[in-house]
């Protein structure tokens, strides 16, 4: 092959992406700029706003997962344009729903003589908020057959201090007064001896929490459900029933603990709320609700979409969202099975341990949970009179390193006592684990160690590296 002379350049080459006008001058940031990016331009220019952001995967804070396999990436950014809720246009997506929900109900062993029903959400705070809804209109018309006077007081939630911000926010939406059960150093969970003491016949249910937040534990649901059957024995006119808040227990416990009794098996259980982008693996952006049967759903509460003709039920606070988060929740479901999500969440135990066990051997911290049912492990610093230093600078000394281990106070009645908490996800594993015991081990020794100089002599001296 013979080649010529070319006397033009068949396509003109691009400028550099850091010599392009746009990086030669600062852009308007809270207004738009007057003129259009080229795509790789502004690509570079929102990549470059991230780079001091923290890594998500040493973000110990963080329930929410932050890593799935890459195949259901490619499967969730080919489904992002898909509206959730257009049952008509995307039915093979409603049908994908309609399994999810029979899978975590069969999961959370719903009854078989009982007709239950569900929905995805955005997240379990939705989940939350509908089933609170749900309480707060059955509750009602309890309330009114019973011939109580619905404008005496104002109705109630009864919860322990533990509980998400969520329910806050749900009981200020929906006026609704929360009665909140004290915690302490020997109830860590919720009360259940004195939970009765918060009942009356204004209250629109309980709330168990299954993996408190700030510490990990589980409430005693088994015991919690005793206590209430007991109750409905004498109140068989204003019964009350129990919602488990199991945003991040749920899709963990079955694995890891299938003995324990938490969910539908427990009578009084009459829904529970989950979020799939914690231990469920999806990204963030999914939850879930299940009634164990339709007669605790309020029909005043459902609306009709229409679907293929016809209409079909739903339920949200929520309306137009992808439908990304709810395909990937599918896929791992098909991809893990039963046998897949015990080895990941087995494994995501063993690792809790592990870090609980090194910790301990450090000397420096008492815990206050061990990671022996939600793999969370939280402690305090085991008290001494010639150390310097608190939680809040581990967690600065720790950042040095990229890992985000928060540092805060308990709930009220215990706001005096700061504690460090690690929640391990199913990406943590065990070799992150070791890599985060060496810094953390390095970082106590530091601030074991750490001295303010004071200079005296203001006279210029050598400081830093002497090379």
């Known amino acids: 092959m013979l080649y010529g002379k070319h006397d033009h350049e068949t396509e003109e080459y691009l400028t550099p992406i850091f010599g392009n006008p746009a990086e030669q001058h600062d852009l308007p940031k809270y207004r738009l700029a007057q003129h259009a990016l080229a795509p790789r331009e502004a690509d570079r220019l929102v990549r470059d706003e991230l780079l001091d952001e923290g890594n998500s995967r040493l973000n110990l804070a963080t329930f929410c997962q932050t890593y799935m396999e890459p195949e259901a990436v490619e499967l969730m950014k080919d489904t992002l344009a898909k509206n959730a809720i257009d049952k008509s246009e995307y039915p093979r997506t409603a049908e994908i729903e309609n399994r999810c929900v029979n899978i975590i109900a069969n999961l959370w062993h719903a009854p078989e003589n009982e007709k239950f ?75 259940v001896d004195h939970v009765l003491d918060y009942v009356d016949d ?22 919690l459900d005793t206590v209430v059957t007991k109750y409905n024995q004498h109140h068989s006119k204003l019964p009350v029933y129990i919602h488990v808040d199991a945003a ?44 164990r049967d339709q007669r605790f759903l309020p029909k005043e509460l459902v609306f009709k979409v229409s679907y293929l003709g016809g209409e079909l039920p739903t339920m949200a606070i929520n309306f137009s969202h ?26 995501t135990h063993n690792v809790a341990h592990y870090l609980a066990t090194a910790l301990k051997q450090l000397g420096e911290f008492t815990l206050i949970n ?21 939680l809040y600078d581990l967690s600065d000394r ?70």
């Not at 929490?209 to 649901?221: E, F, P, R």
């Not at 990229?402 to 996800?425: C, E, H, T």
């Open 202 to 223: 204004y209250t629109i249910g309980i709330i168990g929490i299954l993996g408190i937040t700030y510490t990990g534990q589980y409430d005693n649901l088994e015991k």
């Open 370 to 390: 061990d990671g022996h049912q939600l793999p969370l492990i939280c402690y305090q610093l085991t008290p001494r009179d010639d150390r310097e230093w608190t």
């Open 117 to 191: 029903t569900g929905t995805s959400t955005i997240g379990s705070s939705e989940a939350c908020m509908l089933g609170g809804m749900a309480m707060k209109f059955a509750w009602r018309k309890r309330a009114t057959k019973a011939g109580l006077d619905l404008n005496a007081q104002r109705p109630n939630l009864v919860i322990s201090a533990g509980y998400q911000v969520c329910w806050e926010k749900f009981c200020v939406y929906w006026d609704i007064d929360m009665h909140v059960v004290p915690m302490d150093e020997h109830h860590m969970s919720l009360d």
């Open 248 to 291: 991040s227990g749920g899709f963990y416990t079955p694995f890891v603990e299938p003995q324990l009794a938490w969910d539908f098996r427990l009578k009084n259980v009459i829904s529970i709320n989950a979020s799939g982008h914690k231990y469920g693996l999806v990204y963030p952006g999914v939850g879930w609700v299940i009634w």
């Open 322 to 347: 992808s439908a990304a988060q709810l395909i990937g929740q599918y896929y791992n479901f098909v991809r893990f099975g039963m046998d897949g999500y015990k080895e990941i969440q087995t494994k």
């Open 398 to 467: 720790l950042l040095m390193s990229g890992w985000q281990v928060p540092s805060y106070p308990l709930p009220a009645n215990l706001d005096k006592q700061v504690i460090q908490r690690i929640v391990v996800r199913a990406d943590f594993g065990m070799n992150m684990a070791h890599d985060f015991m060496d810094d953390l081990t390095t970082a106590v020794n530091d601030l074991n160690h750490a001295h303010i100089v004071y200079h005296a002599d203001e006279s210029p001296k050598k400081y830093g590296f002497t090379h």
